[in-house]
């Protein structure tokens, strides 16, 4: 059996998408593939056992045979790790990991799934580095779009791969802007040749693959909502601040951008509640005529400005209430609003960090994924690179 160490230099650089991708392309091979995640940190609990969420995940995209058990067999719920220190956790939990991959021993090739960079893990003993090393599983590290991030993300990672005896077969650089860095995958290919580190492919950036739909913001900053607007499937493609005059706020506001802004900032809420009406219509919005005809005026073109000026939604910060004419003319612009009590830095801040994970209903995205790595990524090269594993 081939195996390989799938690890990242933090959270979401692109693990699970390349994961998806990978194991699609073995067995697209032919080949009999299976998955494991040794250790999990993001823990649900699954036909009444825990498991790892990308093993779910895998498990139901795929129809894996595979116990969970099997393909998670160490968690790090919360409490785990003060536990650990505190001497209550007395179970060897590396032979779990032992036993798991052992089970996969009939098949042509097993991807084997890290959690975030090479260290993490090293408090209850089981990092990255050491669970690859255990297994004696070359490593493949994912990093992000750029030029000096990625590579100095990925040589600090090898270091550390390579302090445990782990070889590190190569590297994948994710979210890349292909279209705007011509030559960028040589500039990356040479970067990283200097440290010994074959790249063995980019994955440009698709917002389909980055970026959260209106519904996980909301579920994320918890907020209260106006107005569901069409759909809270849709996937943000942008963030926008609006704390600027209008004019200057539309600038910034394309028909797939989030715009954040204080909830008493009604000048601005009725501009983005406007541009959504088209033509004249703007006149029926109720008890707003005079407030949007000086807006006109203020902005010109701003009401006329078309479906890019268009805003996605609204998040309305501080936890104000705007009066009801202001929420009417939301409502019937039918454009997507929330409120959330916090202000508006702290609301850009989690919205910025929102963790998209991948679900196994979301088929339109795993298929985009599919493609994605089927195209840009050689599989040949990950299949050479993999190693037999040792046997017991």
């Known amino acids: 059996m081939r195996h390989l160490y799938l690890a990242a230099t933090g959270q979401n650089r692109g693990k699970t998408t390349a994961s998806l991708g990978l194991l699609d392309g073995f067995r697209r091979r032919g080949l009999c593939a299976g998955f494991m995640k040794p ?80 260290g993490v893990g090293a408090v209850i003993g089981l990092s990255n580095a050491a669970v690859a090393a255990r297994l004696d599983a070359p490593a493949v590290i994912v990093s992000e779009g750029g030029v000096g991030r990625p590579i100095d993300e990925i040589v600090l990672n090898a270091s550390h791969f390579a302090a445990h005896g782990v070889r590190v077969a190569g590297a994948i650089v994710n979210k890349v802007r292909v279209d ?57 493609d942008d963030v926008a601040i609006g704390a600027m005059e209008p004019r200057h706020m539309l600038e910034r506001v394309g028909a797939g951008t989030l715009v954040i802004l204080p909830g008493d900032r009604e000048d601005a809420i009725l501009t983005l509640a406007a541009a959504h009406v088209a ?22 073109g701003a009401i006329d400005a078309g479906p890019e000026a268009k805003a996605l939604g609204i998040v309305l910060t501080g936890g104000y209430q705007p009066r009801p004419e202001v929420l009417d003319a939301i409502q019937q612009a039918g454009m997507f609003a929330a409120i959330v009590p916090e202000d508006t830095y702290p609301v850009a801040s989690a919205i910025h960090d ?39």
């Open 39 to 118: 250790v999990g940190q993001r823990t649900v609990i699954e036909d009444g056992v825990p498991a790892d969420e990308d093993a779910v995940l895998m498990r139901e995209v795929f129809g894996l045979p595979e116990s969970f058990g099997v393909m998670s067999p160490v968690h790090i719920p919360r409490g785990f790790t003060k536990a650990y220190i505190a001497g209550d956790v007395v179970e060897d939990l590396g032979s779990r990991i032992d036993v798991a991959h052992a089970t996969f021993a009939d098949h042509d090739v097993l991807l084997i799934e890290g959690t975030g960079h090479a």
């Open 354 to 392: 929102l963790l998209v994970k991948t679900h196994a209903g979301d088929s339109g995205k795993i298929g985009t994924i599919k493609a994605l790595v089927w195209e840009h990524l050689q599989i040949d090269r990950f299949l050479e690179a993999a190693t037999e594993a040792a046997r017991p």
């Open 180 to 236: 705007e860095q011509p030559g960028i995958e040589r500039t990356l290919e040479r970067g990283l040749a200097r440290h010994g580190i074959p790249l063995l492919g980019v994955l440009p950036y698709r917002p389909l693959l980055s970026n959260p739909t209106l519904g996980m913001v909301l579920e994320g900053v918890g907020g209260r909502v106006i107005h569901p607007g069409p759909d809270l499937d849709r996937v943000i």
């Open 279 to 300: 033509g004249e219509a703007w006149r029926m919005l109720p008890s707003t005529v005079e407030q949007i005809d000086h807006l006109v005026v203020q902005t010109p």
